[in-house]
């Protein structure tokens, strides 16, 4: 299931890199939203991923399976 959010987070961050290209007027303004935007996902997509693995290990722990 933690495998399933990478696969999510990763394709939030292309799509977001593909609606910038279209929608933005200038380029330099274009890159450096879409990178900004970027940057913010892969932050919280490693501090979500972090905490669900640590959820899973004190499952784990307290339920021995």
């Known amino acids: 299931m933690i495998a399933y959010t990478s696969v999510n987070h990763m394709g939030y961050i292309v799509l977001a890199l593909g609606a910038v290209g279209i929608l933005a007027e200038d380029a330099a303004q274009a890159r450096s939203v879409a990178v900004t ?7 919280s997509h490693g501090l979500i991923t972090a ?3 640590l959820l899973a290990g ?5 339920a021995g399976s």
């Not at 004190?58 to 307290?62: A, I, L, T």
């Open 37 to 43: 935007g970027a940057v913010v996902q892969m932050v």
């Open 51 to 53: 905490a669900l693995f």
């Open 58 to 62: 004190v499952m784990q722990d307290r």
